[in-house]
């Protein structure tokens, strides 16, 4: 079992930045791909970065450039960080970790995790 805890949702204005976290416990932790999704109201989850084993980050097209997904050495909290927020980046944003055995998983950035954390809630006005 991983527990995953997130933090660091807010409001903010458009243009600004936020950096979540996500505290990860539990059995083997260092052996998790982990990623950040979001989702709306009404809309799919949403893969929006993830990182393997390697520490090899994989972004969705629409935060290229504006979000930086890292880990702390340990594997035991996932970071991502926003920049350049835009309305349409509203959305709960969560946490998950699934168990993968080699570099970039085709499936890092589908909803196809195992474990997820109960999400912190992201507004850009």
């Known amino acids: 079992q991983v527990q995953l805890v997130e933090s660091g949702g807010a409001s903010v204005q458009a243009g600004g930045s936020l950096r979540l976290s996500c505290a990860a416990s539990?059995?083997?932790?260092?052996?998790?791909?982990m990623a950040w999704f979001r989702q709306v109201p009404g809309k799919e989850r949403e893969g929006v970065a993830g990182?393997?084993?390697?520490?090899?980050?994989t972004y969705a097209d629409s935060v290229k450039g504006r979000f930086t997904i890292s880990q702390d050495n340990g594997k035991n909290t996932l970071y991502l960080q926003m920049n350049s927020l835009k309305p349409e980046d509203t959305a709960m944003y969560y946490c998950a970790a699934e168990v993968c055995f080699g570099p970039n998983p085709p499936w890092l950035l589908l909803p196809k995790y195992t474990f997820w954390g109960q999400g912190t809630q992201v507004t850009v006005s």
């Open positions: 539990g059995a083997k932790a260092s052996r998790n791909c």
């Open positions: 990182i393997d084993l390697n520490g090899n980050p």
